[in-house]
């Protein structure tokens, strides 16, 4: 039991190592680091390098899918398995090639990370293109950052930190390696966290100046809006106090109301019942009479309360379908009761141009229900409709609510946006692209960038220039060492002037090398040779163990071990399941009469026969006993499962099964019992086999070579 235990419980360390790891990961995923726009930094999968210097792939890669599972639910992209997945096994493999893990994520970010993240991006994701080649790199240096992180970390833990459950192999490296690592590391996170410090920084200081200027702008303009309403209202009100007459003297008093506000594109006035009396521009007086009001909830609304009504933009329901906004006033007689309305549609297009002449921002005015009465034109937004815009970070104190917008062509843009409500229920959105703030970043990022790898190529040179006298002959007696396995090449010329020590012991290293290589392609060849006759024998075993020798149909255990699983196929497809229980009638007559041979024979065929018959992909043939056997029919209706069996039964009693020895045809005949049911009718095995073997028995009951069917559902008829 001990060689058990040592050897269960390294594995059972390794999985919550890596789990451990894993669910950090996850939950630093779910909270990343917001950058710009919809960009963020993301710390959590130093998780996969930590995991990487100790254990091997499958644990890598184990803990990549529970930290990327959090990104995942944060980003919901999935191409983030492929990306993160990807770079588990380059680090877990050059990490086994004894490379440093920063330098080996290096590597992929440049030639695998990048490249997909670009395909990604301009291929599946929803991301604005002026963001794309920004987002790529910032991934890049995304992935180096956290590299940098790690690499530090594990600079800080010792080389015997969980020895017991250590995978990758100790990296012994040269003075000047380590030296060069820790300048790398340090400096690329130093320089990295100033650059980003930097740069949100000064993004804040932007987005707030921002906010400034659209939450002044945003409340001078909704104030003019509301003016502006209430003005039209308020005129519509005065003209319900006068207009208590119609016919030409309305027409005269409509022109010249219309003429004092022109925001108005057409004016009209109704009676109680909804008959337009009198309309401004006269030209559209014969169309406002050809209808009635009444229904109209506009005309409702004023009906009712006697109050002014500014309806949500609708489509205009007399000319055309072009949107409209109503406002509606009553108009009272001369006793002060209510005897209709005074209505008129504001002119969306004027309006319009008068948020032009008025904001230096683009806007989108919506009404109470949300949708579009007006916006800037290239905004691509139609009246009426619905903004598409998500938002990509809500609103903080101080700062404006970052939103993403689809535009009627189909593309999307990222703005800051600042909303102000009317005291009328509509809403003023006042935006500003996000793209010139975006390309600030980039330029600040660029000159970052280039300053930081400067500055690393120049550590990195002082650092082997200050230590290559003193390791290099070490260095390449150690690259000898850690050289694989594989890579079976000669070792490599020590410099000349290294010491007779290190010369001796090249030597040996290459005689044990040698030696070693050999024994190892000795091993291999034995390998070989002993899996190729395992793989024979267990394919013959396999054979032998699921199908009845003598006629070939699968045995009782493969019937048991296969049943659920032709069961659970049924549930999820929603089909029927049929048990069908056989015997051969009077079968031991026919052994002792004839021979055990003839049995044989009659058996034999008669599997044959049900195999010929029953062939489909899915359908199990086993022999239970002597000469009983077990059908499985996935999939049949009613009416084909009977005419089947029913086909079996007369086409057994019709051929010959077998030969005497006399050479007379030999006929024989069966019993069936068969038991149509929803595969949810009982998950037991014994519960199907029961009721087909009470319907097996009716059948012998009754006179054998027949076939009693029991359908445990009537409806299931299909075929």
Request: aromatic fraction near 10%; hydrophobic fraction near 45%; glycine fraction near 6%.
């Amino acid at each position: 039991m001990m060689p058990g235990k040592m050897t269960v419980r390294p594995v059972l360390q390794r999985a919550a190592f890596a789990s451990t790891l894993g669910a950090v990961g996850f939950f630093l995923n779910l909270y990343p680091i917001p950058l710009f726009a919809n960009l963020q930094l993301i710390l959590g999968n130093m998780v996969i390098l930590l995991c990487a210097s100790r254990l091997g792939l499958p644990w890598v890669l184990w803990t990549a899918a529970l930290a990327v599972t959090g990104l995942h639910l944060t980003w919901d992209v999935s191409i983030a398995y492929l990306i993160f997945g990807l770079e588990a096994v380059c680090l877990a493999l050059l990490r086994k090639r004894g490379w440093y893990l920063l330098y080996a994520d290096i590597v992929y970010w440049i030639f695998f990370g990048m490249p997909i993240t670009a395909i990604a991006i301009f291929q599946w994701v929803d991301l604005p293109q002026e963001y794309g080649w920004f987002t790529i790199w910032k991934q890049g240096f995304n992935g180096v950052l956290y590299s940098a992180f790690a690499s530090l970390l594990l600079m800080g833990i010792p080389k015997g930190w969980l020895k017991r459950i250590r995978q990758q192999p100790v990296l012994v490296r040269t003075f000047r390696q380590k030296q060069v690592h820790a300048m790398v590391a340090l400096l690329s996170v130093t320089l990295m966290v100033m650059l980003l410090a930097h740069n949100r920084q000064l993004m804040a200081t932007q987005k707030v100046m921002h906010y400034a200027q659209l939450s002044a702008v945003g409340k001078g303009a909704a104030r003019q809006l509301e003016d502006y309403l209430e003005r039209h209202k308020g005129a519509l009100m005065l003209a319900g106090r006068w207009f208590s007459h119609s016919g030409e003297d309305a027409q005269a008093d409509l022109a010249a109301l219309h003429r004092s506000y022109p925001g108005f594109a057409s004016l009209f006035i109704t009676d109680s019942e909804g008959q337009v009396l009198g309309a401004s521009p006269p030209r559209r007086l014969a169309a406002y009479r050809s209808i009635n009001v009444s229904a109209w909830p506009d005309f409702k609304a004023v009906m009712a309360t006697s109050k002014p009504y500014l309806s949500d933009v609708i489509r205009d329901r007399v000319f055309g379908r072009a949107p409209i906004v109503t406002v509606s006033a009553p108009r009272f007689s001369e006793a002060g009761e209510v005897v209709g309305t005074v209505e008129g549609a504001l002119d969306l297009s004027a309006l319009n141009q008068q948020l032009a002449q008025q904001l230096p921002f683009e806007w989108v005015l919506q009404d109470k229900t949300g949708r579009i009465v007006v916006a800037s034109a290239s905004l691509g937004l139609a009246p009426l409709s619905r903004p598409g815009w998500s938002t990509l970070r809500p609103v903080e104190l101080g700062d404006p609510s970052l939103i993403r917008l689809e535009s009627a062509f189909g593309t999307f843009t990222d703005y800051l946006r600042h909303q102000r409500e009317l005291e009328s229920g509509w809403t003023l959105n006042l935006v500003v692209p996000y793209l010139p703030l975006v390309k600030q970043a980039e330029s600040q990022f660029g000159v970052g960038t280039a300053v930081m790898v400067v500055a690393l190529l120049l550590a990195v040179a002082l650092a082997a220039h200050q230590s290559r006298y003193l390791t290099l002959p070490l260095e390449v007696l150690a690259k000898d060492v850690e050289q694989p396995e594989a890579e079976r090449r000669p070792l490599r010329r020590l410099p000349q002037g290294s010491a007779r020590e290190i010369l001796q012991l090249q030597k040996q290293m290459a005689i044990h090398r040698s030696a070693l290589w050999a024994h190892q392609d000795e091993l291999e060849a034995q390998v070989m040779a002993r899996t190729e006759e395992l793989a024979e024998a267990n394919r013959k075993l396999a054979i032998l163990a699921s199908r009845d020798g003598l006629t070939g149909a699968y045995n009782r255990r493969y019937f048991v071990e296969n049943f659920e699983s032709i069961r659970q196929w049924c549930i999820r497809g929603d089909h029927a399941l049929l048990m069908v229980m056989l015997d051969i009638d009077h079968f031991k007559q026919v052994n002792d009469t004839y021979g055990h041979l003839v049995g044989d024979e009659c058996l034999q065929r008669l599997v044959a026969l049900m195999q010929a018959q029953f062939g489909r992909h899915n359908d199990l043939l086993s022999r239970f006993g002597g000469e009983e056997f077990v059908l499985l029919l996935p999939g049949l209706g009613e009416r084909d499962a009977r005419n089947l069996l029913a086909t079996l039964v007369s086409t057994v009693a019709e051929q010959p099964m077998a030969t005497t020895s006399t050479g007379q045809p030999l006929t024989i005949t069966v019993s069936l019992g068969a038991v149509l049911a929803p595969a949810s009718f009982s998950p037991t095995l014994a519960d199907w086999l029961s009721e087909a073997d009470r319907c097996l028995y009716r059948a012998k009951q009754e006179g054998r070579n027949r076939m009693i069917f029991k359908s445990l559902t009537p409806s299931l008829t299909r075929s």
